[in-house]
């Protein structure tokens, strides 16, 4: 299990530097990113909220990269297009692929299905589901498959270690996305952290 960022190719993002990406791939998120790579991650992240906020949030900036870090630091309900991938190593089939219709910000449905309280949907084509099924946890490609869908089904308390391992794998991204915060955006460094701690749902447990 892996927290994925959905990622698109930017041949003419200037205002920091960012890795080279194929459009519509995805991007790990953990600890052991390069700079570049950090880049990529944080431009994603600020492009999926750049939006014109309400009139609340203040005006916009005028200089380029407080244009496009508004949307960013001031929308209070962020998003980040991705979310958890999980691969069956054994067949190589990849479950609960993140589709269009959920984020990384909503990364804490798993602890509902751990919990037996939630069944959540993770977009479609694939329509991928995960439900707790006793003492199991049942990942299946595409719900709605006219032939049958691959599925595999694993102990809740392993389903529950992946969960750990990929919050830990966002964590330690935070960590060094703040660092590169520091270095490449240092009179927004702080406000950004905590944009890109809002937008992957890493405040307190809700």
């Not at 991705?82 to 910000?105: K, M, Q, Y």
């Not at 830990?168 to 520091?182: I, K, M, N, V, Y």
Request: net charge negative.
């Amino acid at each position: 299990m892996q927290p994925v960022l959905e990622v698109f190719a930017a041949d003419d993002f200037a205002l920091w530097p960012v890795g080279e990406h194929e459009s519509y791939g995805y991007l790990v998120l953990d600890g052991e990113l390069t700079p570049a790579e950090v880049g990529t991650a944080v431009m994603r992240i600020a492009d999926c909220n750049d939006f014109e906020p309400d009139e609340e949030h203040g005006p916009c900036p005028t200089d380029p990269l407080g244009m496009f870090l508004h949307g960013l630091l001031t929308m209070p309900d962020l998003i980040a297009a991705g979310g958890f991938r999980v691969t069956d190593n054994a067949t190589g089939t990849v479950f609960v692929e993140p589709g269009c219709c959920s984020g990384l910000e909503s990364w804490r449905d798993w602890l509902e299905v751990l919990d037996g309280t939630g069944c959540p949907y993770f977009g479609h084509d694939p329509s991928s589901v995960a439900e707790r099924v006793g003492d199991t946890v049942r990942l299946t490609l595409d719900a709605y498959a006219k032939d049958g869908s691959p599925a595999v089904e694993l102990p809740v308390d392993q389903v529950r270690g992946l969960v750990a391992g990929a919050q830990q794998d966002l964590r330690d991204f935070l960590s060094l996305a703040g660092t590169w915060a520091e270095q490449h955006l240092p009179a927004h460094a702080a406000a950004v952290s905590a944009a890109l701690a809002r937008a992957l749902d890493l405040g307190p447990t809700r």
